[in-house]
């Protein structure tokens, strides 16, 4: 039960910070609670025992996130931030710092993912179909949120 404790832990804290990324970018607060939903999600599976589902999304979901993130330049931004603080400068955008601490999180719950999965689930079979499924779904949620993204832009910048 403690590994499904620092697991839910961390998918908690990405959804409170995708929460907060919220609060900082108003024009974006449904794109943030979006992409909150699916850690949410897998708090939810951990609670009802779907570990091999919650292990596998807890994977998959942050590295395709991660994957956007870069593709869009935010971790760009973000290692900009993370440069400016080891030479003791003021960072000069809160949402790269806020990515900063999305990336970290990601990267702990890939990995506490990974760990479990592999204690628990490799060797069994059916890995690769639980795979290619959780990679479906997550394709599919961020093809929505990807739409979504890029047809509010224009609404933003033709507001603002």
Known sequence: MSAHRGIATVASALMLSFLILSAMEPEFFLLHFYESLMYLAIVLMLFYFQDKWAYMLGMVAPAV?????YGVGLLGGAMRQVS???????????????????????????????????????GLGRGRTTFLVS????????????VWFWRSIPQSVSAG
């Open 84 to 122: 400016r603080l080891m030479r003791a400068q003021r960072p000069t955008s809160e949402v790269s710092v806020m990515v900063v601490i999305l990336t970290i999180l990601a990267v702990l719950l890939i990995s506490f993912c990974a760990y479990r999965w592999k204690r628990q689930y490799a």
């Open 65 to 69: 996130w991660l994957i956007l993130a």
């Open 135 to 146: 990679l479906a779904i997550v394709i599919a949620y961020n093809a929505i949120l990807v």
